[in-house]
């Protein structure tokens, strides 16, 4: 079966950094993605990961351990629009082929 | 078009009439994706086609729902004698041509249906 968690909910202040932790178990591994869902809004690629490490995209960093089947979302210097739902992802077989998500984390940013 | 393009962006029906959502994607997007997604839960797969060829529909949760993509381009998703569990954002989604670093999966605005 295919299995992904992530944290329901966090809370962060503004200007501080936060990480969003995700574990999975799937029957395959071809990548690892992150998105982004504002409330009412469509879901907004964010990362990729398919290597061991850490990828960095401006204040957004994504790493991945295939061997624990585990990533995290690092955001950095939070901002009050980064308020949104984080969704893990990951696609188990190769190609064009659907990615199966995680429930998201909605977090919070706090001034 | 720039993005994913999906109408009708919201749909409200009666209980058990038909209604379809059609999905325009990505302009040289091969893949297309349907996704559903109830409120405050992440997306769940429905169906995918490559081209017209529909790949995989194991995600449908009943023989109610139907998506076909016949030239290739356009989808469209069937949703006949709707219930009130069909209540849900349905996303479409297009994939970047293989080869493509990762094979990024674009969301359209989703179409909201709810079923009274």
């Known amino acids: 079966g295919q299995n992904i968690d992530q944290p329901t909910e966090m809370t962060a202040t503004e200007g501080a950094i936060v990480q969003i932790n995700c574990t999975y178990q799937t029957s395959g591994f071809n990548g690892l993605f992150w998105y982004q869902q504002h409330a009412g809004e469509a879901p907004t690629f964010l990362s990729y990961n398919v290597l061991d490490g850490l990828e960095e995209k401006g204040r957004f960093s994504s790493f991945l351990s295939r061997s624990k089947g585990y990533s995290y979302l690092l955001l950095k210097e939070l901002q009050m629009k980064d308020s949104a739902s984080y969704l893990c992802?990951?696609?188990?077989?190769?190609?064009?082929?659907?990615?199966?998500f995680g429930k998201g984390t909605r977090l919070s940013v706090i001034a | 078009g720039a993005g994913v393009s999906q109408s009708p962006r919201y749909k409200v029906a009666k209980r058990g009439q038909d209604v379809a959502l059609r999905c325009d994607p990505i302009?040289?997007?091969?893949?297309l994706f349907w996704y559903q997604q109830a409120l405050g839960q992440g997306p769940e797969f429905l169906t995918y086609?490559?081209?017209?060829?529909?790949?995989?529909k194991s995600g449908l949760p009943s023989d109610r729902f139907f998506a076909e993509r016949p030239e290739g381009s356009v989808s469209t998703l069937k949703i006949q004698r709707t219930q009130q569990e069909d209540s849900a954002v349905y996303l479409c989604?297009?994939?970047?041509?293989?080869?493509?670093?990762?094979?990024?999966?674009?969301f359209g605005e989703g179409s909201w249906l709810t079923v009274v």
């Open positions: 989604a297009s994939s970047t041509p293989p080869g493509d670093s990762g094979n990024t999966i674009y």
């Open positions: 086609f490559q081209n017209e060829a529909q790949l995989d």
């Open positions: 992802a990951v696609r188990s077989h190769s190609g064009n082929t659907p990615l199966v």
């Open positions: 302009s040289g997007h091969v893949s």
